[in-house]
């Protein structure tokens, strides 16, 4: 018998015939709560085969028996055909030893193996039959809260162990009654396997909860009760999927900045759940991508610019013309949007610095000063997961976020992890990463990983992930600043546990997680902007221009660096930023006392951050271009202090004047190793601009080309040293669309460019650019 080839491409053609009468044929990727096995079920059936489908630790195996023919139209079926929300990376099939049986079944899942992989999908959206199906009077489910089928529904959220079947979720302890039953074991219905499947009658229920415990009222009336509360200007606590939020009228200005005060969240933005996408085209100004985004199954929050008198209250986004929108993605959210009848705010169900409340006894502890009310359910969550944010850049999505509804997707890697690699990713916005053979898993958005409760939260988030992949690192990635919690939690665990603890530069991190996105195998060229990373030398880099490779890099070329006078302080006062920014352009004739922002200080504030700068003392050098950014518009829109991180940025942003075709100067000392943008003279002209009395607009628009001209002119002198080499543009000052789109424009057909789309550009990617710098060097190092 000819063998059957052990290996295939999902699009190889037909090469050699299958001669064999049975077949086992082993699917990965995501193929676990996709439907799948029902679809295996259905379509070997349709052709007359017997056999069995089955879940193992990796993914889906088939084995079927019949004909050769037929064998092999299941297989061309399985490549060319599959679930909507199924993802398939790689089909193998070899032959096997015919027996004698006579149908085909879905078969007991396999115990888990070594080597695990997740199969399991993201939590996916409500899809249009089940949302049919709760609005419709004569179906059971109407008004049901926990509605979903092998479509949609939590998966991830819910999921305790793999391979994924019910008793390994948190539907174990709901029993299905004898409905649900049929149509869980019926291969027509597409409810057929449906793990988490349940109705009224054997499914969780709601309950709406006062602030001191008491019960206030069950299942619909809960639901009623709960929007007519949010309707009366009330904060309700709403259990979601992967955690609480904290929901009230978008419209209510009262409502908003109670929630505002008791959430301890000054200024920045909330995002808001409309309920479908005719109500997000009132309230905002959509391009065709940011519609796919807004109805994607993922369902991210999409930031969009937003209409002006929308009626939403002014506090949503004081300062910004962006807008958080998001659409309903379970069917709780769905009923209450529609009961409240008005956009909801949905935020994070936390106080400011902390992780999302996800169980429910933290709820009630971390949440009973903020939430009026507190709408629950008895189904428990496994795992935290946080909203999704995604911006449009250049037209294509980039997630900013990544967590609910892309975790725990794989990533396909090109160059295989040496061994289990954990990167414990940044300080802020953290997000850690799990690399394994060939794909690397990230795990969902931690925050800023600044205090004992976000620790715990990484910690048991890590823990989660490692127990679904059946796997302990040997190697742990970390970045090289030492006083970072994550930093300092792979160091502890190394040797509290014999492993291996790998530094790797913040920027170098940055360059190969997109690298890896896109399928680059290196070198190439980086430019790596951001805020703050820790650089080798001890500084803080942050305008970098590298030439990267895995497993290292070299520093081509930085900025000028700026003082940040009293450390972080200044991070928080950007006023301290923009005057050592002045005082180092001018050398000492400043024209401080002329300058809009600095009128508004007091001379006590700022004599003692002059003789800071001037002295050295307390003023650590950065040479990040956030901090550019931060010292601009501080000057430009006269606000002297931050209320979150990337604030005055995104304002300065959105204020320039499209109209504007001006620029900027600067100088370039290549004289220097590494090279250095000097934006003295911009500074310069930034002043006399301020105070000729011209506006932010043309200061903004003026900024951002300056910059895209100082990029490309770096990479076009690095271009002739090494080579037209590929450019990744990365680092969390590509959020920015301005910015990328200025320097785009300026290389635009003379370079392959890459941005980061799947992979936040920011400090949330970096986790996998770490993992795979310090497996590169551990293969170099066996070598």
Known sequence: MAPCPTRNSLHEPRKVPLVCEGLRITLRGTVQGVGMRPFVYRTARSLGLSGRVRNDGRGVVVEAFGEEAALFRLLERLRAERPPSALLEDVACEPIAPEPCGEFVIAESLSPAEGVSISIPADLATCPECLAEIEDPSDRRYRYPFTNCTRCGPRFTLARGVPYDRARTTMASFPMCADCQREYEDPANRRFHAEPNACPACGPRLTLVAREGDTLAVRDEALVLAARALQEGAIVAVKGIGGYHLACDARSSEAVGRLRQRKRREEKPLAVMVRDLEEAERLALLTAPERALLTAPERPIVLVAGRSGAGLSAELAPGSPLLGLFLPYSPLHHLLLAEADRPLVMTSGNLAEEPIAFRD????????????????????????????????????????????????????????????????????????????????????????????????????????????????????????????????????????????????????????????????????????????????????????????????????????????????QAIREPWRIALAAVLDAFEGEAPVEALPLFRALSRK???????????????????????????????????????????????????????????????????????????????????????????????????????????????????????????????????????????????????????????????GGIALGQALVASARARAAAA
């Open 361 to 568: 006894s933290e709820a009630r502890e971390r949440l009973c000063e903020v939430a009026d009310l507190f709408l629950v359910h008895d189904r428990e969550i496994e795992a935290r997961a946080d909203d999704s944010v995604v911006r449009v850049v250049l037209g294509r999505p980039v997630l900013l976020r990544r967590s609910r509804g892309y975790v725990p997707r794989g990533i396909c890697v090109e160059r295989p992890f040496a061994e289990p690699t954990l990167a414990c990713g940044a300080a802020l916005k953290n997000c850690f990463c799990l690399g394994l053979e060939e794909r690397a898993y990230f795990g969902p958005h931690q925050g800023d990983l600044e205090n004992l409760a976000t620790l715990e939260s990484f910690e048991g988030a890590v823990l989660r992930l490692e127990r679904f992949l059946g796997v302990r690192p040997r190697l742990l990635a970390h970045d090289l600043h030492p006083d970072y919690l994550s930093t300092r939690y792979a160091l502890d665990r190394a040797r509290a546990e014999g492993l291996t603890a790998v530094g790797v530069q913040h920027h170098h991190a940055h360059a190969v997680s997109a690298m890896a996105e896109h399928g680059l195998k290196g070198p190439v060229l980086a430019l790596t902007w951001d805020g703050t990373g820790f650089g080798e030398d001890g500084a803080s880099w942050g305008g970098e221009l590298l030439c990267a490779r895995y497993e290292d890099y070299e520093r081509i070329a930085t900025f000028r660096p700026l003082a940040l006078a009293g450390g972080d």
């Open 605 to 763: 504030e700022l004599a003692p951050v002059r003789q800071m700068i001037l002295s050295g003392v307390n003023a650590p050098l950065a040479h990040g271009v956030g901090r550019v950014f931060d010292a601009v518009a501080a000057l430009a829109l006269e606000r002297p202090r931050s209320r979150y991180e990337g604030q005055l940025p995104m304002a300065l942003e959105a204020a320039a004047d499209a109209a504007e075709r001006g620029t900027y100067p600067f100088a370039l000392d290549t004289g220097k190793t590494p090279w250095q943008i000097d934006l003295r003279p911009l500074f310069r002209e930034v002043a006399s601009d301020l105070v000729a009395g011209r506006g932010p607009g043309l200061v903004s628009a003026r900024l951002h080309r300056a910059l895209g001209a100082a990029g490309a002119r770096l990479v076009r002198l690095a271009a002739a040293r090494f080579g037209p080499l590929p450019l990744v543009l990365t680092g969390g000052c590509f959020a920015n669309a301005l910015l990328s789109g200025a320097l785009v424009a300026e290389l635009c057909g003379d370079f392959a460019i890459y941005l980061p789309g799947l992979v936040p550009p920011g400090d």
